[in-house]
């Protein structure tokens, strides 16, 4: 006989038997394996793991998160900046109109052109009706002559 060939050799024992049925098993098991590991690599390539989907739902709840509160942020942001510019318009015409700072606030309307025709009603409540005079002392008559020209010529300073 050639070297290529085995001789047989007889199963004396239920351990040599399960030795070879195990060698065997193995073997069949790691090329059906192979085999089909290979084809369903083959089959799915490019497709996503359950587990890649797992990770990338959990990435898409996260960033789903961050964009809500951003996007509240935002809102919130611009609802400060609308006040802001509301009491910057109202602070102008207050001033444009005449109307005291203080008093400001008290203006209402939605557009310039409202706002500025309820500060003029409310600057007409508030401004008197008759105009304040000036004090004006009396010039004594034990002036003297030197006396009556300095004030007649600085008109403006108060004694």
């Known amino acids: 006989m050639s070297d290529t060939t085995k001789e047989f050799k007889a199963i004396e024992s239920q351990e040599a038997l399960d030795e070879v049925i195990k060698s065997r098993l193995e073997r069949n ?11 369903f690599t083959e089959k799915y390539q490019g497709w996503v793991s359950p587990e890649d989907v797992k990770s990338y ?6 960033l789903t ?6 996007a509240k942020t935002i ?4 609802a ?20 005291p700072i203080d008093l400001a606030d008290r ?11 309820d500060a003029t009603k409310l600057l007409a409540f508030i401004k008197p009706s008759h105009q304040r005079q000036e004090f004006q002392p009396e010039m004594p008559d034990t002036m003297s002559g030197v006396e009556k020209a300095f004030r007649a010529k ?3 300073l108060k004694f």
């Not at 998160?65 to 951003?70: L, M, S």
């Open 65 to 70: 998160k961050d964009a809500e509160t951003t």
């Open 29 to 39: 098991t790691k090329s059906v394996t192979d085999s089909v590991t290979k084809e």
């Open 80 to 99: 400060k900046i609308a006040a802001f510019e509301r009491s910057s318009a109202k602070i102008s015409i207050a001033r444009e109109v005449g109307l």
């Open 154 to 156: 600085n008109p403006n």
């Open 75 to 78: 809102e919130e942001l611009n």
């Open 57 to 62: 739902t959990e990435k898409i709840e996260t």
């Open 107 to 117: 203006i209402s309307g939605s557009t310039d052109e409202e706002m500025k025709a």
